[in-house]
């Protein structure tokens, strides 16, 4: 018999046969499990250093026919893993609404008496605007509950002057803190609904 190692053939036309079939077999079998162990990360099947069912370490180079071709590289030895694409961008938190515009209610200040637009008004901001009509100074006190919570300045006669203030749901009192002019009426109920 003419030709190669063990088992190999040589046909009447010079081709070789079933041991280069193999061995050829056998090296696309370790380039394939190279291909997929590094998918996998190396965390399923044999890896490096265990033994196999023949008792050879993966990998191992002293394995048969470790010299008859040069060891494949897997992808994962010669280019770095793709990352994982990144996670997309979350959504742009909503605008906060605007804000809504203080409501406005005007109040008239006459000699022991208020006029004001209305005494049940609605729960929010309100910018409150004091016109004194009278002769003597006033201003404007807004108590909830016993408790002042905001006030106006002071003003003469033929001025005006403004406060900002929350009205929650409740019973309130309009009043003049000048002198004893709550005493002699100057003071009117509202209810914030």
Known sequence: MAGGGRGDTVSG???RSTGARTRGAALACAVA???LTACT???TGASA???TASGRAAGDASSPGAGSA???SSPAASS???APPPAPAPAPEPAAAPA???Q???VTATEMAFQLDSDDVPAGEWTITLTNAGRMTHDLVVEQDGEDIARTDQIDRDGSTTLTVTLTPGRYVFYCSVGNHRAMGMAVDVTVT
């Open 13 to 15: 036309r010079g081709r």
């Open 80 to 82: 770095p893993v793709a």
């Open 70 to 72: 040069p060891a494949a």
């Open 33 to 35: 499990v190279g291909v």
């Open 100 to 102: 809504p515009a203080a």
């Open 104 to 106: 406005a209610m005007n």
């Open 49 to 51: 250093g265990t033994p």
């Open 41 to 43: 990360g190396g965390e």
